[in-house]
DNA sequence: AGATAAGGTGTAAAAATTACACCATTAAAT
DNA sequence: ATTTAATGGTGTAATTTTTACACCTTATCT
């Protein structure tokens, strides 16, 4: 396929692994590519660096781009930067993660003709993707694993007001390994920052659970200070 | 200074930061700069990478081009990407870090003419560097002081055959605070791979510590194994 | 012999982590 | 009305880890 493409110098570009929670199971948001290389290819939303925006900048803009979000907290994790990672040239890419609230029903809407469509896939059950953003997407797990061993930031991916139990099956599924109840509810309750509110869950057909709001407030002042 | 430079395109660059440890005290090593911008400034060794190699080989080769260092284990730790971070044009940067063992007495010499000299400076005494190296030196600390927390790399830094004072020094000059020595010696000796050696320190003129190797095989198993 | 400087050691209290099981509540089904 | 199914919610004891803390020992130098 590459072969008759045109090849190019060499460029900087980005890809962001989206994590999102959504009926207990943890998703990425992917692209089905609608260019040359890996025409009809899923993918990570990726795309190439201008030459006027920052590297922060452009993650911004190059995610709102290939799928309508905006304004997430992304963050970066690695830059990856093989010299045959691409086919038609040299490219380096910087690599971003973040954490997305799924509620509210964020419509998934590419605004370039680069992306046919964005989705969101079960990690568990990923496609082949594009390049190298398989390896790319493995990475950005270790690191959200290795990130929530010091900072809970589970709460990311979870609606407004959740249940203890949702919280726990947020954890278990980007720790892929099962958690004790009592053991992870006291732990989770000692830290502080999560406020029980008067109002309990809605429409299930077993008992209801108290739900909990993030503190962020409190929150921000234990994970500042802890740096010390 | 930089009004009378040509400007140029965009470029994909690498900086080091080489951390050293002598006489108890943390280093790293800079560069004087002999090109513009910045010439005669003190910066970190970094350069352009080139179009066929791979980052991680840029990185190992400009090290060695600016200060005669070769074969160190070098981690990437982050990339700058602010539009105006050099004067001349658009250079993103990546950023490595290395631990480096101050034995043997390296010779640094720089061998292109893009540095004057190279050599270690301590952490807590850092002249002003050029672009942004001030920022990237802070970030790389910050970077090493949380690995310590879970890696204890520190060994990295040492002569091969070190005493437990030494090994205490270096995590208290990493780590900027004094630690427990009772403490720390009960903590290093539960993990299990430092050898005791039938050898005293020499040389002192007080009591002569007993040395220690550091036993990289246990050492290996225990942080692969706690991956998991 | 005495001074100096660092080496080397143990214990008790506190805190954090782990393992573990049963009753309560709700809605749906009968 | 009763039963069933599904999840909610709770406590304690054992273990491990972390912390705080002080004195005698050894080697060298004078």
Redesign the pocket.
């Known amino acids: 396929m590459e072969d008759k493409l045109p090849a190019f110098d060499s460029a900087f570009s980005i890809d962001c692994v989206i994590f999102g929670f959504e009926a207990g199971v943890l998703k990425i948001l992917l692209i089905e590519r609608n260019e040359e290389p890996f025409k009809d290819w899923h993918a990570l939303p990726g795309s190439i660096i201008k030459q006027e925006e920052s590297v922060d900048d452009a993650a911004e803009r190059i995610l709102y781009e290939l799928t309508g979000l905006r304004d997430l907290h992304m963050e970066q994790f690695h830059t990856f930067g093989e010299v045959h990672r691409h086919p038609q040239g040299r490219v380096i890419t910087v690599a971003y993660y973040a954490l997305l609230r799924l509620t509210g029903q964020k419509e998934l809407r590419p605004v370039t003709q680069f992306a046919r469509k964005a989705f969101w896939h079960p990690i568990n059950d990923l496609p082949k993707l594009a390049f190298d953003h398989s390896e790319i997407f493995n990475r950005s797990l270790n690191k959200v694993r290795r990130r929530l061993s010091y900072q809970p930031i589970a709460f990311e991916l979870l609606p407004e007001k959740f249940?203890?139990?949702?919280l726990q099956v947020c954890y278990e599924a980007i720790l892929n390994k099962k958690l004790?109840?009592?053991?992870f509810?006291?732990?989770m309750l000692?830290y502080g920052f999560l406020k029980p509110l008067p109002e309990?869950?809605k429409g299930?057909?077993?008992?209801?659970?108290?739900l909990y709001k993030f503190d962020r407030r409190k929150y921000n002042k234990i994970f500042q200070s802890e740096l010390s």
Do not use: E, H, P
């Not at 299930?204 to 108290?210: C, I, K, L, P, T």
């Open positions: 249940t203890l139990t949702q004790d109840k009592r053991n509810r006291k732990k000692s309990k869950q299930v057909s077993y008992r209801a659970a108290n």
